[in-house]
């Protein structure tokens, strides 16, 4: 696979000059056959150099040192990863071990080389950025008091607070009106006459000097720590001090399956008769947001589309089923409560509006005590990323005097209803599809085929935790250890 690439694709990271390097073509194939070994540490590939016989060989009796492999895995990789990844998805497409007709995706969480006490969550630097806010005010107030500040109230607006906050920016303008005016004070003491003078002089400015030495020692630093927490955050909740590319996400490590918070990454995973045909990777804790991302980067690599992509509930969400229905496949993704559905004892669920009958005609439900539940207003809800959701509003025309009441709602007033007509569309399409014959063939086998993959990397591989840092970093670990699965598949 590696010999079939171009030299030219490995030469164009070496500008030339200094030290004769080793051939890349060379260093990746150790690097990938280290990885199918289960050798992931850079010091244990530059000893096996020495002592495995296949490395020696695939070296040609060169012996890098463990500093140069890891320099060539988390840099001169960083542009070949993806080629390599495409050329061997199609060589499998063009041998036949896949037929890319189905895309089965299915998202892995993985350990980062983080600290797990190393957290930082975003609901406490909110709270302690509020707080350091009042102080700089109240220190604002008493600058006022001694000088006058034309920028002394600077402020932004922040999508993180409800009111105008003090940028660092605004503060450090602040810090440069009283450095003028301590020296404006300076040139005053200096040009004193007698002691007397200067000893007052010198009182009056102390106050001044002491705000100074706050604002500069303890404010604004700590503003900066703030302000740059906020930019590592993004859309997270928490990221890792030793990893800020990684985000604390609930994993289920020990055989009793009690979730643990770690800092870690999503892998993202579409296979075909479990070989990995594409991966991305991603801070997100759930698989939701990740959909859209994936299919995206999926078209830009070049590789084949699927006919269909098969994943699971995880995905299932209004956004994901609008966004794929103007893609060229088909998807087969079923709804939170899809599996709920198909149980008989769903039909019995007297309080559920779906088994309720509904009049088409005037469009209103009967609900179990035969009273009307009628169409009452429109609605709107925008979630925390954006999205907005249409709502049909149905109301009872009167709960008083139910005896079903307690069993059927908890609110004190009249049982409402709130009807998605878009997603209800697009669940009954979905649902429609896994139903058929085709539909339910091929959801079964998204079990044995992706979650195998994930079975085979963490347990046979013995790949659980990463060994790099920083998320470009890890995408190419990543790549290495999907490249390893992919030549071992055919053993």
Same mark, same amino acid.
């Given at each position: 696979?590696?010999?079939?690439?171009?030299?030219?694709?490995?030469?164009?990271?070496?500008?030339?000059?200094?030290?004769?390097?080793?051939?890349?073509?060379?260093?990746?194939?150790?690097?990938?056959?280290?990885?199918?070994?289960?050798?992931?540490?850079?010091?244990?590939?530059?000893?096996?150099?020495?002592?495995?016989?296949?490395?020696?060989?695939?070296?040609?009796?060169?012996?890098?040192?463990?500093?140069?492999?890891?320099?060539?895995?988390?840099?001169?990789?960083?542009?070949?990863?993806?080629?390599?990844?495409?050329?061997?998805?199609?060589?499998?497409?063009?041998?036949?071990?896949?037929?890319?007709?189905?895309?089965?995706?299915?998202?892995?969480?993985?350990?980062?080389?983080?600290?797990?006490? *190393?957290?930082?969550?975003?609901?406490? $630097?909110?709270?302690? @950025? %509020?707080? /350091? +806010?009042? !102080?700089? &005010?109240?220190?604002? =107030?008493?600058?006022?008091?001694?000088?006058?500040?034309?920028?002394?109230?600077?402020?932004?607006?922040?999508?993180?607070?409800?009111?105008?906050?003090?940028? *660092?920016?605004?503060?450090?303008?602040? $810090?440069?009106?009283? @450095? %003028?005016? /301590? +020296?404006? !004070?300076? &040139?005053?003491?200096? =040009?004193?006459?007698?002691?007397?003078?200067?000893?007052?002089?010198?009182?009056?400015?102390?106050?001044?000097?002491?705000?100074?030495?706050?604002?500069?020692?303890?404010?604004?630093?700590?503003?900066?720590?703030?302000?740059?927490?906020?930019? /590592?955050?993004?859309?997270?909740?928490?990221?890792?001090?030793?990893?800020?590319?990684?985000?604390?996400?609930?994993?289920?490590?020990?055989?009793?399956?009690?979730?643990?918070?770690?800092?870690?990454?999503?892998?993202?995973?579409?296979?075909?008769?479990?070989?990995?045909?594409?991966?991305?990777?991603?801070?997100?804790?759930?698989?939701?947001?990740?959909?859209?991302?994936?299919?995206?980067?999926?078209?830009?690599?070049?590789?084949?589309?699927?006919?269909?992509?098969?994943?699971?509930?995880?995905?299932?969400?209004?956004?994901?089923?609008?966004?794929?229905?103007?893609?060229?496949?088909?998807?087969?993704?079923?709804?939170?409560?899809?599996?709920?559905?198909?149980?008989?004892?769903?039909?019995?669920?007297?309080?559920?509006?779906?088994?309720?009958?509904?009049?088409?005609?005037?469009?209103?439900?009967?609900?179990?005590?035969?009273?009307?539940?009628?169409?009452?207003?429109?609605?709107?809800?925008?979630?925390?990323?954006?999205?907005?959701?249409?709502?049909?509003?149905?109301?009872?025309?009167?709960?008083?005097?139910?005896?079903?009441?307690?069993?059927?709602?908890?609110?004190?007033?009249?049982?409402?209803?709130?009807?998605?007509?878009?997603?209800?569309?697009?669940?009954?399409?979905?649902?429609?599809?896994?139903?058929?014959?085709?539909?339910?063939?091929?959801?079964?086998?998204?079990?044995?085929?992706?979650?195998?993959?994930?079975?085979?990397?963490?347990?046979?591989?013995?790949?659980?935790?990463?060994?790099?840092?920083?998320?470009?970093?890890?995408?190419?670990?990543?790549?290495?250890?999907?490249?390893?699965?992919?030549?071992?598949?055919?053993?």
């Amino acid at each position: 696979m590696i010999n079939a690439l171009s030299d030219d694709l490995f030469f164009q990271e070496y500008k030339g000059g200094g030290r004769p390097a080793y051939h890349p073509k060379m260093m990746t194939k150790i690097v990938l056959f280290a990885y199918t070994q289960k050798m992931f540490s850079c010091r244990e590939n530059a000893k096996a150099l020495q002592e495995n016989l296949p490395m020696m060989w695939l070296a040609a009796q060169q012996t890098p040192d463990f500093r140069t492999i890891n320099r060539f895995r988390s840099e001169r990789l960083k542009l070949l990863m993806d080629t390599l990844f495409s050329v061997l998805t199609c060589l499998l497409i063009k041998e036949g071990y896949v037929d890319g007709k189905s895309y089965f995706l299915d998202g892995t969480k993985i350990e980062a080389n983080a600290n797990k006490y *190393s957290f930082v969550w975003k609901k406490s $630097i909110v709270g302690y @950025e %509020e707080k /350091l +806010q009042v !102080k700089i &005010e109240e220190m604002l =107030q008493a600058i006022e008091d001694h000088i006058e500040l034309d920028t002394a109230q600077p402020k932004q607006e922040d999508t993180l607070f409800e009111k105008p906050r003090i940028s *660092s920016e605004a503060l450090q303008t602040v $810090i440069h009106s009283i @450095e %003028e005016e /301590l +020296q404006k !004070k300076e &040139e005053q003491i200096e =040009q004193a006459k007698d002691k007397e003078e200067k000893k007052v002089q010198k009182r009056e400015a102390k106050p001044l000097q002491k705000l100074y030495r706050k604002v500069t020692t303890d404010y604004l630093p700590r503003l900066l720590k703030y302000e740059e927490a906020f930019g /590592l955050f993004g859309e997270r909740n928490s990221y890792s001090k030793t990893d800020p590319d990684a985000t604390f996400m609930r994993m289920k490590d020990d055989h009793m399956n009690n979730g643990q918070l770690k800092a870690g990454y999503n892998w993202q995973v579409g296979t075909k008769n479990q070989f990995i045909l594409f991966h991305t990777l991603y801070h997100n804790p759930t698989d939701k947001r990740c959909l859209e991302p994936h299919v995206k980067a999926l078209k830009e690599s070049g590789i084949p589309l699927p006919d269909t992509l098969i994943a699971d509930a995880g995905y299932g969400s209004e956004s994901n089923y609008v966004a794929m229905e103007e893609e060229t496949f088909e998807t087969l993704i079923p709804y939170n409560t899809f599996r709920q559905e198909q149980k008989p004892s769903f039909s019995k669920k007297t309080y559920h509006p779906h088994n309720w009958n509904y009049n088409e005609k005037d469009d209103f439900y009967w609900c179990p005590n035969q009273r009307k539940v009628i169409f009452k207003r429109y609605s709107k809800k925008t979630d925390q990323y954006g999205y907005t959701r249409d709502f049909k509003i149905y109301e009872c025309e009167s709960c008083e005097g139910c005896p079903f009441k307690a069993d059927c709602t908890k609110t004190k007033g009249n049982r409402q209803i709130h009807y998605n007509p878009v997603y209800e569309e697009l669940k009954t399409k979905q649902n429609q599809k896994l139903n058929s014959e085709e539909g339910r063939t091929l959801y079964q086998k998204r079990k044995i085929d992706v979650e195998s993959v994930f079975g085979h990397v963490k347990q046979n591989l013995g790949f659980r935790r990463l060994h790099l840092r920083g998320k470009e970093k890890v995408y190419i670990e990543l790549g290495l250890i999907a490249l390893a699965h992919n030549i071992l598949k055919p053993l």
